[in-house]
């Protein structure tokens, strides 16, 4: 197996593929940053029509605020984002989320942050983990950090570009160092990295209909 180190042409190409196919995607859906943050915990292990629910839910109640989450009785703001799965978790982990911003004098004050501040800081949240950390800061903040999932892993590792082992941290720095720092880029490749997932390259791939079939290791061998 090769290491993975792509360059920037390299991804690029893979890159205007799945823009040709699928177009910008708009990412994140959220009318705010604090919006997009809490998105970014609720989506953990769900699908996001189960997360729309709940953020509709949080809005008609008035929570979607961090105060108002923060003075919220637990179990009731459990039941208003039930939809999204392990809400109890999840509750305290906007709760945890609400307080740090709170803490640290709000999303104003965090702006001035440098990433790995904002990072470290995300980071430190009971429940915010590297992907929640790397979602917030890319899509909230605007920063220019590589989101890695479990698509990113199946895609890559199916292309032949890693072996999908590799950490978490070794995955973000290669994409951002084969990149550059390029905080538009990273939004809409992640976002296009979810949708071909999602349309082609799913558990059982549809090589057989995938524009990047040519460059992937799986999808020569299904063809050959
Ligand atoms: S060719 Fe197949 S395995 Fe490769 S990226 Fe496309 S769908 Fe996934």
């Known amino acids: ?9 390299q991804l690029l190409q893979l890159f205007n593929l799945m823009l040709e196919d699928y177009g910008r995607q708009g990412w994140w859906p959220g009318e705010t940053p604090f919006e997009v943050m809490v998105g970014a915990i609720l989506t953990q292990n769900t699908a996001w029509t189960n997360v729309e629910v709940a953020i509709a839910n949080l809005k008609r109640a008035g929570m979607l605020a ?10 009731e703001l459990a039941q ?7 809400f109890n978790v999840k509750a305290e982990r906007l709760k945890n989320l609400c307080r740090f911003l709170q803490e640290c004098g709000g999303e104003g ?10 990072r ?7 429940g915010i983990g590297p992907e929640t950390a790397d979602d917030i800061l890319l899509y909230a903040f605007e920063r220019p950090i590589f989101v890695i999932d479990a698509y990113t892993r199946r895609i890559f590792s199916r292309l032949g570009m890693c072996n999908g082992q590799e950490s978490y941290e070794e995955l973000r720095k290669w994409f951002e160092s084969g990149l550059g ?3 538009k880029l990273f939004n809409e ?5 979810v949708r071909h997932a999602k349309e ?4 059982e791939p549809h090589c057989e209909q995938c524009s990047l079939v040519e460059r992937c290791l799986l999808g020569a061998n299904r063809q050959g």
């Open 80 to 86: 208003l984002i039930r939809s999204s799965g392990y």
């Open 66 to 75: 961090p105060a108002a989450i923060i003075n919220s009785d637990q179990t």
């Open 200 to 203: 082609a390259c799913t558990t």
């Open 181 to 183: 720092p390029d905080q």
């Open 1 to 9: 197996m090769r290491s993975f180190s792509p360059s920037r042409p």
């Open 189 to 193: 490749f992640h976002a296009l990295i």
């Open 120 to 126: 470290q800081g995300l980071l430190s949240v009971n």
């Open 109 to 118: 004050v965090l702006r001035e942050k440098t990433s790995q501040e904002l």
